[in-house]
């Protein structure tokens, strides 16, 4: 349960993150 919840925030993060930051990093 927990283990699974924490996996889903971690995805979500990195979900959100490194697009944004490829699209900020391409300009």
Do not use: D, K, N
């Not at 927990?2 to 979500?12: D, G, R």
Request: glycine share 12%; proline share 4%.
């Amino acid at each position: 349960g927990v283990i699974i919840f924490i996996l889903m925030i971690v995805t979500a993060f990195l979900g959100y993150v490194l697009p944004y930051s490829q699209m900020s990093l391409w300009g």
